[in-house]
Nanobody, 115 residues
């Protein structure tokens, strides 16, 4: 069973930066992919970023150039670094991982961007 725990969400101002962490109880090099999704107020959950086992990354158009997904195999953690935050980035952010064909999710962490 994979357990993922997000941390780092908080209230920030427009233009500021923030890093979200996702800690795993499994070796992250065993994951096919690690993802970040978000769900804003009264919105559906949407894709934000992915990092594959190969190290290749992909981002949604709305965060491309501002957000960076990375990983640290030594700590079994992966991250979402967010720069130049906007009000529309306000959401609950979820990390997820695919392990042996099954998707696992964390409980979410709230990011609020205030103007």
């Amino acid at each position: 069973q994979v357990q993922l725990v997000e941390s780092g969400g908080r209230l920030v101002q427009v233009g500021q930066s923030l890093r979200l962490d996702c800690a795993s109880n499994k070796v992250i090099d065993s994951f096919d992919q690690m993802v970040w999704y978000r769900q804003g107020p009264e919105k559906q959950r949407e894709f934000v970023a992915v990092i594959f086992l190969t190290g290749r990354t992909n981002y949604s158009d709305s965060v491309q150039g501002r957000f960076t997904v990375s990983r640290n195999a030594l700590n079994n953690e992966f991250y979402l670094s967010m720069d130049n935050l906007k009000v529309e980035d306000t959401a609950v952010y979820y990390c997820g991982a695919r392990y042996r064909g099954v998707d696992y999710w964390g409980q979410g962490t709230q990011v609020t961007v205030s103007s």
